[in-house]
């Protein structure tokens, strides 16, 4: 059966890999949540989607994953995943950015100090595992400790010779190819896998075009274990990825999404995101007694230009201004957008560009794990070092086009360089956590400390180069503690941290917060429950200025201060199986209310937390955040044969901060999703499966930021086959 703690209902039908005794030590390190057998035990919030769930629906979007997960905040952008928004426990969504992302317990975005917001993020279609974790040990997995951490488990390599061949075509040309193979002969094993994920699109342009994408990844695994007393493990992992996608920010007018969601306006007939990422991965792992000592060796490379439109020329009204109001004075502009008229003067060009980045991300982490006795009391010890960089490299380029009569683009100025600019960082991260166990009560003593150098540089005529430091202790403590054989307790305190982007220099202070938990476990007849109530109250809030938030773009990647804020609310999950006779019903259950709001007045003149030139107010609540989350899961099974159901309801949320009903031109609709999966196993080694998200065919709005209204994904139903060998 699928565990509880995977938030995931339904039974796989997929014949499970054996794996070797050292294969099971060295996938076990790299669980934050510490493997299945831990997960319950945790003194903080901790979810596991193992195989199964991941089985369950076959998901390649890794928003509808995390669906299931309570405590998580996020919203859509382009309707596949290609670049989420995850927030945590009601931090700030945009690009992933307050969040720890990490691949095998190693930091996977493309500059997690200098640019953290995650414009590659891996392709969930190779993992064998996703886990959250929130809460006072979320301290060891920084830069971004306030909301948690997300770490992907790559697929491990298979002690005996076994591979799989998934193929699944659907609805707008959806179309994946996932192959994979390995064994280990001796001493060493292998991987290879490839994948390949497209589909045209399900946005329709205006005068026609392309608006899908095309998504390829290779990887490789190899592995060399040396049994005896002291064991050890060499894992070496390369990948290759690469993209291409005819993505835009810009979004429609209100009336414009009532009428037809899916449309897309011409003036984004151009835009395309073109990327490549490569990594490398070497861990080594020593076991001898009770204690290990793993260490990482590190280096990730990705290049992007996503060539797109970034607003009118001239004296232009911003792109925002228009979709927000295209009548009056913005009636010409608004028609410029759309094709229907072409470009009269220079304040009715378009001025687009190509942002080309390009991002190192290298290092070298090490942790040893000992197991002691002292004073009649169970050590499991932890201590992390970490040394990090990082850099991005951005030459930002536009031109002004002009709208012609018909609704194509031609450009009608020269290419100037609007952006060169180099962000570097450099960090020393060092933890230690010592889990304290007695009878049944775990006490966790945790404490981190960031030492972080950057610079920043930016080049023309004058060229300036400013250089800034930060320093951070980050102490916290939890508790777990098993009431009676069917309930546990939890709480927790710690301090969580987010770090300040190259080139601020003092001008911006870090954001800061001290975090609360509470909760309670319940595992029995009943089925198994967790509830925990949390408080994250902000010394400072800060926000980062980028184009994805649709930020003044003059000052991309600039940080705001916001002063104190609180976020709170409650996470709550349950899971039971039902048997009845043959049958076998397995049912979930995920809520999150969540609440937050600002406690200084401040100027947001960039749009950093809102529309810009928004004086924010004490008592204003945050945008993006809503209040409630709810999934619910239930399944069916019997014999080769299972169907399962998810649903997921949001409550309405504001665009832009505020107080009391949120009006019409600032608020993003609450919906309801119902997505489902079909699997049947045909043979032994062959299982066929359908899936249908979104099968109510809700049309609903997902944000309004950058520029416009964007739509969640429509129906879609794919078909698929597995073949394992």
Not at 10 to 26: F, K, N, R, W, Y
Not at 142 to 151: L, Q
Not at 189 to 205: A, C, M, N, P, T
Not at 278 to 290: F, G, I, K, M, R
């Amino acid at each position: 059966m699928s565990h509880w703690w995977s938030a995931a209902v339904g039974i796989s039908l997929l014949v499970p890999t054996v794996a070797s005794a050292q294969d099971e030590v060295a996938l076990d390190k790299v669980y934050i949540t510490g493997g299945e057998d831990q997960v319950l035990k945790q003194p903080g919030s901790a979810t596991l989607i193992d195989q199964q769930a991941l089985d369950t629906f076959e998901y390649t979007d890794i928003h509808r994953i995390l669906n299931s997960v309570p405590g998580v905040n996020l919203y859509e952008e382009d309707g596949y995943g290609l670049r989420p928004n995850i927030g945590l426990r009601g931090t700030s969504p945009d690009r992933s950015k307050k969040v720890t992302l990490m691949e095998d317990g190693v930091l996977s975005g493309p500059a997690p100090y200098s640019a953290p917001a995650a414009y590659y993020f891996p392709n969930v279609s190779r993992m064998s595992a996703v886990e959250v974790f929130k809460g006072p040990s979320a301290i060891k997995y920084g830069p971004a400790t306030i909301g948690g951490a997300v770490n992907l488990v790559s697929r491990p390599i298979p002690y005996l010779a076994a591979g799989e061949l998934d193929l699944q075509y659907g609805s707008d040309n959806f179309q994946r190819y996932n192959g994979w193979y390995g064994q280990e002969v001796g001493q060493f094993g292998y991987l290879i896998e490839g994948l390949r994920v497209q589909s045209d699109g399900f946005k329709e342009l205006d005068g026609g075009g392309d608006t899908g994408f095309e998504r390829n990844d290779a990887n490789l695994k190899l592995s060399w274990t040396l049994p005896g007393e002291l064991a050890q493990r060499f894992v070496l992992k390369a990948g290759y990825s690469d993209e291409v996608s005819d993505e835009t920010y810009l979004g429609l007018t209100r009336a414009d999404f009532d009428d037809d969601p899916y449309r897309r306006y011409a003036a984004s007939q151009l835009d395309r995101m073109d990327w490549t990422h490569q990594s490398l991965h070497l861990t080594h792992q020593v076991n001898w007694a009770e204690h290990s000592l793993t260490t990482d060796v590190y280096r990730h490379t990705f290049e992007r230009d996503w060539f797109k439109i970034n607003g009118f020329g001239g004296n232009g009204p911003l792109l925002q201004t228009v979709l927000k109001d295209p009548s009056g004075v913005n009636t010409e502009f608004y028609r410029v957008l759309t094709g229907e008229q072409a470009s009269a003067n220079i304040n009715e060009q378009l001025m687009i560009g190509s942002n080309d980045r390009q991002y190192i991300s290298q290092g070298v982490q090490s942790r040893v794990n000992l197991a002691l006795q002292w004073l009649n009391l169970a050590h499991d010890i932890e201590i992390g070092v970490r040394y990090h960089q990082d850099q991005v490299e951005r030459q930002h380029s536009e031109a002004a086009y002009d709208m012609l009569q018909g609704g194509e683009l031609s450009q009608a100025g020269e290419v100037k360089t609007t952006l060169d600019n180099q962000g570097k960082a450099q960090a020393l991260a060092l933890y230690i956590q010592d889990d304290i166990r007695w009878d049944n009560t775990t006490v966790s003593l945790g404490l981190r400390s960031e030492q972080i150098d950057t610079e920043e540089t930016t080049y023309g005529a004058n060229t300036t180069k400013t250089d800034s430091n930060e320093s951070v202790l980050l102490p916290g403590v939890g508790v777990y503690s098993q009431l009676t054989e069917t309930v546990g307790v939890l709480a927790g305190v710690y301090k969580g941290y987010s770090a300040t982007t190259p080139g601020k220099n003092g001008e911006t202070d870090p954001e800061e917060s001290i975090n609360y938990e509470f909760g309670s476990r319940y595992q029995g007849a009943l089925g198994q429950a967790e509830v925990i109530a949390f408080f994250n109250d902000y010394i400072e809030l800060t926000g980062t200025c980028s184009f994805s938030n649709g930020c003044d773009n003059s000052v991309v990647d600039s940080q705001l201060n916001a002063g104190a804020a609180q976020v709170y609310g409650v996470e709550a999950g349950w899971n039971k199986y039902l048997f009845a006779g043959a049958h076998i019903i397995p049912l979930a259950l995920t809520y999150t209310y969540s609440h937050g709001e600002f406690d200084a007045n401040f100027a947001d003149d960039s749009g950093v937390f809102g529309d810009r030139a928004n004086n924010i107010v004490a008592g204003e609540e945050l945008a993006y955040l809503p209040k409630h989350r709810l999934n619910a899961q239930a399944g069916i099974e019997r014999g080769p044969l299972a169907l399962n159901l998810s649903v997921l309801y949001q409550s309405e949320m504001r665009d832009t901060p505020g107080t009391g009903s949120i009006p019409d031109d600032q608020r993003i609709d609450a919906y309801t999703v119902l997505d489902l999966s079909v699997r049947y196993r045909a043979l032994q080694d062959v299982q066929l499966y359908a899936t249908v998200d979104n099968v109510l065919a809700a049309e609903y709005e997902v944000a309004s930021k950058p520029y416009g209204y964007r739509p969640g994904k429509p129906r879609s139903a794919n078909l698929g086959v597995k073949v394992s060998f």
